[in-house]
């Protein structure tokens, strides 16, 4: 596409880089939200071209990785169920439970079955009328719609085999608890592009002036996350804080109406158990009870159990930005994404694979 | 996670209701079918943000340019910096 490429323009990546330098006094800490925008800047080694005074500290936005175990479990007891396909993204199909993975699982005889799109699994369920076919609904507000849509068709279709397993979280809860977190310093946020392309900016405002935070909407490419930083720290550097939008091609102000109508119709804003962080309040969804014939949980019966992490993991740490990967005794020895002991190491934007993949580590061990 | 890839819409091919929009997004040539229910506005030859299976957004090419413009004006010292492809950066 026209005006893609661009915003990986080098130069322009180096005259950001440049201004940042120009422009940092103070040590700063910034948060990315989102583990897309991890992912962005480890692999295009942003992180290495930053004054040593800024520190991105990265935040918890990868939804597998807060997923928490008992509810990968409870998948994976429902997949060994006759008469049920499990269905979900191959992102949530690779992460631990207590015992073993999802993709363990399906070698392991469960019926399981990688999706796409929710809209696949869907079309799984039409396929097989003798089947219970739940899908494993993980997501930010970004997966959010497209979760709430395959409800709304399924039920337009009455279609009453299909069901969801929700793991949904959001992001503005998340940054509040993060940023009252007496251990935490955060001076500034980028906030999650695609997160507000759904959602929009409002939520933000109050978290800013609360807390005296800059937050830009930042987009994913290079020239965007850097971008993204300067903004902040240009604002640090003034001491406002305001929320700002970086994104503009693609957010607007007040979200996609039709995504967040959607949202509202399916779902319900509910207290979630973050993998790592502990429980957030009105941190997520859950099925509204109009639907509840599509709510797996309700639909089989799911109790609700805690299970113990592995005790050597620190993800939790990382997840809320206490620590960086390369700070666990485990990272890269007892823990690589072969044979993960925590969920950050899983998914391709868990900040421990992010490291582990793009090699880091080396510069950083350093550097300390 | 919350990937999105941004496809231009080639066809519309359902209109059934607003669940049911779909129609076919080329991602630089792969076509896939996309539901366009929370793109009501959108159409042919429109760039799309495409998440899932659904898209998300249009994205506004006005808004591409503008911001790109900006990039090109303050990027006078490119010609100082020169071409110079860094390791590592796309």
């Not at chain 1, 191959?90 to 999706?115: F, H, T």
């Not at chain 1, 739940?134 to 279709?157: C, D, K, M, W």
């Not at chain 1, 305001?242 to 959607?262: H, L, M, S, T, W």
């Not at chain 1, 790592?276 to 797996?296: C, K, L, N, R, T």
Request: charged share 20%; hydrophobic share 40%; glycine share 10%.
């Amino acid at each position: 596409m026209k005006y893609l490429t661009e915003y990986r323009d080098v130069a322009l990546v180096q005259e950001y880089v440049r201004r940042i330098h120009q422009l940092v006094t103070k040590p700063w800490s910034i948060m990315e939200i989102c583990g897309g925008q991890t992912h962005g800047l480890v692999k295009n080694g942003i992180l290495e071209m930053l004054p040593e005074q800024v520190t991105m500290v990265h935040g918890p936005g990868c939804p597998v990785c807060v997923t928490p175990l008992h509810l990968i479990d409870d998948a994976i007891a429902l997949a060994y169920q006759p008469g049920i396909i499990l269905t979900s993204f191959g992102d949530m199909l690779r992460v631990p439970g207590s015992k073993e993975s999802l993709l363990e699982a399906k070698a392991n005889g469960a019926n399981i079955q990688m999706v796409y799109s929710p809209l696949d699994a869907l079309k799984i369920a039409q396929k097989n009328p003798d089947k219970e076919v739940v899908f494993f609904a993980v997501g930010f507000e970004t997966t959010a719609p497209a979760n709430a849509l395959s409800v709304i068709q399924a039920a337009a279709l009455d279609l009453n085999n299909y069901s969801i397993l929700t793991s949904h979280v959001l992001v503005p809860p998340a940054m509040e608890a993060i940023l009252s977190d007496p251990e935490t310093r955060v001076d500034g946020f980028l906030a999650a592009g695609h997160v507000c392309t759904i959602m929009g900016m409002e939520e933000y405002y109050p978290i800013a002036e609360k807390y005296r935070v800059p937050i830009v909407v930042t987009g994913f490419e290079p020239i965007d996350l850097l971008i993204g930083i300067y903004e902040t720290l240009k604002q640090l550097e003034a001491g406002s804080y305001q929320v700002d939008n970086q994104y503009a091609r693609v957010v607007q102000f007040g979200g996609n109406p039709q995504a967040k109508e959607i949202i509202g119709k399916v779902f319900i804003t509910s207290d979630r158990i973050w993998r790592g962080i502990g429980e957030i309040p009105g941190s997520g969804y859950e099925v509204d009870q109009d639907f509840s014939g599509y709510d797996a949980r309700i639909k089989f019966a799911l109790g609700h159990r805690e299970v113990p992490e592995h005790p050597e993991c620190i993800a939790g740490q990382i997840l809320k930005g206490l620590r960086k990967p390369i700070h666990c005794g485990q990272f890269g020895k007892g823990c690589t994404p072969e044979h993960p002991l925590g969920a950050p190491m899983v998914s391709s934007e868990g900040a421990c694979a992010a490291y582990y993949h793009f090699a880091q580590m080396k510069n950083e061990t350093i550097n300390g | 996670m919350c990937l999105a890839i941004p496809g231009k819409i080639t066809a519309i091919t359902e209109h059934l209701d607003g669940a049911f929009r779909t129609g076919k997004v080329s991602f630089g040539g792969i076509v896939r079918d996309t539901n366009l229910s929370m793109v009501p506005d959108a159409q042919i030859d429109d760039y799309v943000l495409v998440h899932v299976g659904v898209a998300i957004s249009v994205v506004d090419e006005d808004e591409a340019r503008k911001t790109f413009e900006l990039l090109k004006a303050m990027g006078e010292l490119e010609e100082e910096l020169g071409p110079d492809p860094k390791p590592g950066v796309e």
